[in-house]
C-alpha cells in the first residue's frame, strides 16, 4: 500500500481536473484493506474509492481517495464451449481488459471500444 498527503488529483482522471486530496492511497492487493494503517487512515475521514478516473473531477477533497489503478486483475472465472465469463477488478483499463480479450478470441466488448482510454 503506497499512501501519499496533500495530492493532486488531476493526474488520476480522464478529464484532467481535479483539486488536492488530503490522502491517497493506492490499494496493491485486497489485503491492504485489513492492515492497520489503512485502518487508522480511513477512521473518522471521508472517503472516495477511484477506478480508472473516467468521466470523474475532483474539488479539494479533505478525506482519503482509495486508488485501485495499482490492482488490475482479470481472470477467466467460466470458460465452457457456450460462454466465458471474466472477472475483472476496479481499476482495470478498458483498454488493457480489451486487448487481453483479443488476446484470447473473447467478444462481447465491442461496444466499449470508443470509451476513453
Known amino acids: 500500500m503506497e499512501l501519499k498527503k ?3 488529483l488531476r493526474n488520476f482522471t480522464t478529464l484532467k481536473i481535479g483539486g488536492k486530496a488530503k490522502y491517497m492511497c493506492h490499494l496493491e492487493d485486497l489485503a491492504d484493506l485489513e492492515k492497520k494503517e489503512f485502518l487508522r487512515l480511513i477512521e473518522g475521514n471521508e472517503v472516495f474509492i477511484l477506478g480508472g ?3 470523474t473531477a ?6 482519503v481517495v482509495i486508488s485501485t489503478l495499482k490492482y488490475r486483475v482479470w481472470k477467466i472465472v467460466k470458460n ?3 460462454s466465458i465469463i471474466v472477472q475483472v477488478k476496479s481499476g482495470t483499463p478498458i483498454r488493457s481488459l480489451m486487448e487481453f ?3 484470447n478470441n473473447l467478444s462481447g466488448l ?3 471500444f ?3 482510454a
Open 6 to 8: 496533500d495530492i493532486s
Open 53 to 55: 478516473g473516467s468521466n
Open 58 to 63: 475532483f474539488s479539494d477533497f479533505d478525506g
Open 80 to 82: 465452457t464451449p457456450d
Open 101 to 103: 480479450c483479443i488476446e
Open 110 to 112: 465491442e461496444s466499449f
Open 114 to 116: 470508443l470509451f476513453p
